[in-house]
T-cell receptor, first 115, second 115 residues
Framework: KAGVTQTPRYLIKTRGQQVTLSCSPISGHRSVSWYQQTPGQGLQFLFEYFSETQRNKGNFPGRFSGRQFSNSRSEMNVSTLELGDSALYLC??????????????FGPGTRLTVT | GENVEQHPSTLSVQEGDSAVIKCTYSDSASNYFPWYKQELGKGPQLIIDIRSNVGEKKDQRIAVTLNKTAKHFSLHITETQPEDSAVYFCAAKRDRGSTLGRLYFGRGTQLTVWP
């Protein structure tokens, strides 16, 4: 079974621009979560989507948004980029509804650099 | 919200020795505790997890113990090998409620295994 895939893997943007990152979960997984990883703050939860609905949101400004499609693929968008948004953005999927269902499997991440 | 603390931040061991990483959590409602291994340039990989109704779980050279009363859990790696070198993260989450999909992570432990 293919793992979580994220595109693009690397991205360089300028302050003030916006960016869209994409995530395809493991087949059959309907829950998708996004995390931001930085050396200073570690792994921080952005939001979780399930059945196209945002179910949970972390403490990030409104510039960070996301959505989920009917095939469970998800995108996150960051508008008006700031230098502090430079980070590794990780997507994780979870087999909610199946036996267990707690395990989150991460993709390789998208490395975003804001200049 | 939940607060997960992880120690030590760095750990160096000789090949063949054991390594132990410890985490504490604050939310008594947390009942799922995964451990992740992250290698350079990759996303976190789930290596083992434990539920709150279990005190210990083993998988070959790795084991996790949980003390729910004291709110701490530990990762034990025996017979360490150079390929065990990576950053290890502990995490905690609830299995119900509004924060169902949200993992709270420790700050990570850089494990180096010297040949």
């Amino acid at each position: 079974k293919a793992g979580v895939t994220q595109t693009p893997r690397y991205l360089i943007k300028t302050r003030g621009q916006q960016v869209t990152l994409s995530c395809s979960p493991i087949s059959g997984h309907r829950s998708v979560s996004w995390y931001q990883q930085t050396p200073g703050q570690g792994l921080q939860f952005l939001f979780e989507y399930f059945s196209e609905t945002q179910r949970n949101k972390g403490n990030f400004p409104g510039r960070f948004s996301g959505r989920q499609f009917s095939n469970s693929r998800s995108e996150m968008n960051v508008s008006t980029l700031e230098l502090g948004d430079s980070a590794l953005y990780l997507c994780a999927s979870r087999p909610e509804g199946l036996a267990g269902g707690h395990e989150q499997y991460f993709g390789p991440g998208t490395r975003l650099t804001v200049t | 919200g939940e607060n997960v603390e992880q120690h030590p931040s760095t750990l160096s061991v000789q090949e063949g020795d054991s390594a132990v990483i410890k985490c504490t959590y604050s939310d008594s409602a947390s009942n799922y505790f995964p451990w992740y291994k992250q290698e350079l340039g990759k996303g976190p990989q789930l290596i083992i997890d434990i539920r709150s109704n279990v005190g210990e779980k083993k998988d070959q050279r790795i084991a996790v113990t949980l003390n729910k009363t004291a709110k701490h859990f530990s990762l034990h790696i025996t017979e360490t090998q150079p390929e065990d070198s990576a950053v290890y993260f502990c995490a905690a989450k609830r299995d119900r409620g509004s924060t169902l999909g949200r993992l709270y992570f420790g700050r990570g432990t850089q494990l180096t295994v010297w040949p």
